[in-house]
């Protein structure tokens, strides 16, 4: 087709260092987990490390379904998933970003008037994507190989990965022909993904361990989920089980009916067109958008992030439903198996609670989720300047008011996002006379600092160092989450990454006495950085 | 930095609404403002002239305290642009070069949001009139809006605002020529009223048909400011005529092309030229005054002359005569430049501006 090559040339050209960034954020947290776990780990702690995981449906959900006790499959359990999901998002952010972005930034219409043919766009798009998914996942599988892991297995991982991506890049493509802005489309793309690894964290959590806890068999509803069936090829896994490259047949039969989708919509797609069509609106303000207290346009940003809050939040109130509908159940199930409980009765108080620990787990999420769009909208302040600075600021708009609006949302958008989870999952358990309020509560409770220091990272992003205003945050977020995941599993000489993480000091309620001065620390460390945002956003030149 | 006097030009106490001195603004190396000398009284619709990369639009974000300006002293409204951004805004309207609107909320919303964030709204039926005027649809989302149509949302807010001042930036970019005239009769209107406004543009018949006063900015610097008639009174006025080559007559820079004679006339010398031609029964003689592009043109142009005098020398050659010749004269003399460029009424660039961050794209 007419320029596919050079425009796949200018995407690849365009992504280099974004590619290079994510070559090392999954390649390298999968070698960083095989040499730690390799050297921290010999094979009785991964026994005990695999029967802990399969007698705790809570950790089931958030790394996966175990299919052996050998040095791979420990790794995989425990990061594949993550893997899985980061590769998604990297995918679903690619789409958008080379489809609907462009047609947003009017790049695409400045390409589409040249030389280029109807299809060269969509088609550089998706042969990029899939050098780039190729580089990803070949670097993975060649780290893999070279630190001494299996050959087949390695190969097979990097498959499940590539064909999540694959479907990830075209759930993308979907998104962007579907929604009219690229914001909307990234969020909803990245919903999608985060659902694959719920549904398959559901099923692993149902699953039925083995009667030695070397291995759990995964429930159905692994099948409804691309991540789902990558796990389910079990690369690593030790007798009698062995590894399946089947389940992964499904991903590019998935592939080629997303693919037939997207070539229809596209081929009855106008320029920027979209699905959904923007709809015509009210041909005069409400009275609230113009208000401004004191100089802060609560107004105009609580309109502008009203839709980004309220996805937050439904999502919360979605895994509310999980939650409450899901802790009975897998608490009953370890009840019925008496060798289970024994262990679990070993691991101390913190498992006494079954159900109480797997809500918590769940909260996890919603924590990250909760500090995620508390930050979302502190960041989004940068695009405002950008975008519409020059109008804001020349009407009677304090600086400090500006930031304190877009903080105020913020703080709104990351509790009610807490809130609704709680209230779900809360109404739902006490509708079956299980009556974990007061657990539920401080549960919540205890991610607030954590929150709050996210959203202070925001707003000090934004003050401070506004040209990495697009990932900074981010890679805060997720990496200090992943520190916090994965550092235990590195043995004591890593502990300090641990301890640098904020999601480390997060509060545990369920403990006999629980220990709030990590949260005291959260706190003061938010309302510091907060201050300093603060200053500095009102004294520098604001670029418009 | 000084405090400037405290105080309202327009309640009546008298003293200019916008004054810099010796304004700078760095940017790294930079020099976007490089000792800005500024004064616009009260009531004058004063023009802000300069190429792109001027530093008009950096002038008017220091004016506005988006910027802090790195030296000198600036004051609106005899307050502090920095300290004072927000009382001073709460009187101003403006109209930023580049207008984007938030895509997701419709024309109408947009002019009400920022009515009333600045907090000084006309009437409503000030808002009706302006909408209708201006031919807009303000029902639509801003993502559908064409370039024109949210220059038109911009300008409709800026005079649906009851200000003293109004900072329009290039306003027109993007506006067809009905809209035009809507845009000069609301400039009008609030002149009338008594409001003042400073209007950049690079659009001189604009500026011309509205602006009492007229500063020009080049690299940073006014370069002249004044009344339009005291700008003219300085300059020559361009003479054409078919007849005999001008010998022994006060015409300069002149253009021989076989009969047709080009040539420039200082103001005092007018009568004496008119008289020659007169005697030599010269034919389609036409006198014009110079018009404000000549007038910026020969600051924008000095640096090209300059530039060429440099790199010519700098080959050797003899720059004198090569410039009374009349193809060289023409590219270096700007007072003969008024063909083509004349017809467009845009001056050429100086460079890009900053690219343009634009969301919404879509024409209509």
């Known amino acids: 087709m007419d320029g596919t090559r050079l425009l796949l040339a200018a995407a690849l050209r365009r992504d280099r260092l974004s590619l290079a960034l994510w070559v090392i954020g999954v390649a390298g947290l999968w070698a960083a987990v ?6 921290a780990f010999d094979e009785e702690s991964r026994r005990g490390l695999v029967a802990l995981l399969a007698a705790q449906p809570a950790l089931l959900l958030l790394r996966g379904a175990p299919a052996g006790i050998g040095l791979g499959a420990v790794m995989f359990v425990s990061t594949f998933a993550y893997l899985a999901v980061m590769v998604g998002l990297m995918m679903t952010s690619f789409a958008v970003r080379h489809s609907r972005g462009d047609e947003d930034a009017g790049r695409a219409e400045l390409v589409r008037g040249t030389a280029v043919g109807r299809w060269a766009p969509l088609a550089a798009t998706l042969l990029a994507g899939a050098v780039e998914l190729a580089v990803v996942c070949g670097a993975t599988a ?3 190989i070279a630190l001494g892991l299996d050959a087949t297995g390695s190969l097979l991982m990097a498959a499940a990965l590539a064909g999540v991506g694959a479907l990830a890049l075209l759930v993308g493509l979907l998104a962007a022909q579907a929604l009219p802005t690229s914001r909307a489309a990234n969020g909803a793309a990245a919903i999608v993904v985060g659902a694959w690894f719920l549904v398959r964290g559901i099923g692993d959590a149902l699953g039925e361990p083995s ?7 995964a429930a159905w509803p692994v099948w409804l989920s691309p991540i789902g069936w990558g796990a389910q090829a079990h690369p690593f896994a030790d007798p009698p089980w062995s590894p399946d490259a089947t389940p992964l047949l499904l991903l590019p039969a998935a592939a080629l009916v997303l693919g037939a989708l997207v070539v229809l919509l596209e081929s009855r797609r106008e320029l920027g067109g979209s699905l959904l069509p923007e709809r015509g609106g009210r041909a005069a303000g409400g009275a609230i958008l113009g208000t401004a207290p004191g100089g802060a346009p609560l107004g105009l940003t609580a309109r502008l992030l009203f839709g980004a809050g309220l996805a937050w939040v439904l999502v919360a109130a979605a895994v509310g439903a999980i939650a409450g509908r899901l802790a009975p159940v897998v608490a009953s199930a370890l009840a019925d198996n008496p060798g289970l409980s024994r262990i679990v009765s070993t691991l101390g108080a913190e498992g006494d609670d079954t159900e109480g620990v797997f809500l918590s787990a769940l909260a996890a999420f919603i924590g990250l989720m909760a500090s995620a769009a508390a930050m979302q909208a502190a960041l989004r302040l940068r695009h405002e300047e950008l975008a519409h600075g020059e109008l804001v600021l020349a009407a009677a708009v304090r600086r400090t008011g500006w930031l304190a609006s877009h903080l105020l949302v913020g703080a709104v958008a990351g509790l009610a996002t807490l809130a609704s989870f709680t209230a779900v999952a809360g109404a739902s358990l006490s509708a079956a006379g299980d009556d974990r309020w007061g657990q539920l509560v401080a549960i919540a409770g205890a991610h607030v600092p954590l929150v709050a220091v996210y959203l202070a990272v925001g707003a000090a992003i934004v003050a401070f160092v506004p040209a990495a205003v697009a990932w900074l945050g981010w890679v805060l977020l997720v990496g200090l989450m992943l520190a916090g995941d994965f550092a235990p599993l590195f043995g004591e000489p890593w502990e300090w990454i641990e301890v640098l993480s904020p999601f480390h000091w997060i509060a545990n309620p369920l403990a006999a006495e629980p220990d709030w001065t990590g949260s005291r620390w959260l706190a003061a460390i938010a309302a510091a950085l907060l201050a300093a945002a603060a200053l500095r956003f009102s004294r520098r030149d604001a670029v418009v | 930095m000084t405090v400037a006097p405290r105080g309202s030009s327009v309640g009546g106490v008298p003293g200019p609404v916008i004054e810099t ?3 700078e603004k760095r940017f790294g190396r930079v020099r976007a403002l490089d000792g800005l000398d500024l004064v616009v009284e009260q009531g004058q619709v004063h023009g802000f002239l300069g190429p792109n990369g001027a530093g008009k639009s950096t002038a008017i974000r220091v004016l506005l305290g988006m910027l802090r300006a790195t030296g000198g002293e600036a004051s609106v409204f005899g307050m502090h642009p920095w300290r004072d951004a927000v ?5 101003v309207a403006t109209v930023p070069g580049d207008v984007t609107l938030w895509p997701g909320l419709t ?15 006309a009437p409503a039926s000030d808002r009706a009139r302006l909408i209708e005027a201006f031919d807009l649809d303000p029902r639509r989302r801003a993502k559908a809006y064409s370039k024109g149509n949210r ?6 807010a800026a005079f649906a605002s009851e200000a003293d001042l109004y900072i329009l930036d290039e306003p027109t970019s993007g506006l067809d020529p009905l809209m035009e005239s809507v845009f000069q009769a609301e400039i009008r209107r609030v002149a009338q009223r008594g409001a003042t406004v400073l209007l950049s543009s690079h659009i001189l018949s604009e500026v011309e048909r509205l602006c009492d006063v007229v500063s020009i900015i080049r690299d940073g610097r006014i370069v002249e400011s004044g009344s339009l008639d005291q700008l003219r009174h300085l300059r020559h006025a361009v003479v054409a005529y078919r007849g005999p080559a001008p010998i022994g007559v006060p015409i300069v820079d002149v253009a021989v092309d076989g009969e047709r004679v080009r040539g420039s006339v200082a ?3 007018v009568p004496a030229v008119l008289r020659w031609l007169g005697e030599r029964e010269a034919q389609a003689v036409t006198l014009t005054p110079p018009s404000l592009e000549e007038l910026f043109l020969r600051h924008y142009g000095d640096a090209e002359r300059v530039d060429r005098a440099r790199s010519e020398r700098a080959k050797g050659e003899r720059h004198g005569e090569e410039l009374l010749a009349p193809d060289v004269e023409a590219l270096a003399e700007p007072e003969e430049l008024t063909g083509p460029i004349a017809s467009t009424g845009v001056l050429p660039s100086a460079g890009p501006e900053p690219a343009a961050r634009r969301r919404g794209r879509h024409a209509e």
Request: proline share 2%; no cysteine; charged share 25%.
């Open chain 1, 34 to 39: 095989v040499g730690g776990v390799g050297a």
């Open chain 1, 142 to 144: 060649a780290v893999s």
């Open chain 1, 211 to 217: 009667a030695d806890l070397t291995r759990v068999e």
């Open chain 2, 21 to 23: 001195q010796g304004l």
């Open chain 2, 87 to 91: 009382a001073i805004h709460r009187r």
């Open chain 2, 107 to 121: 024309g109408g919303e947009a002019i009400d949001t920022l009515t009333r964030l600045r907090g000084h709204r």
């Open chain 2, 151 to 156: 220059q038109k949302v911009a300008l409709i």
């Open chain 2, 267 to 269: 103001p005092d010398d």
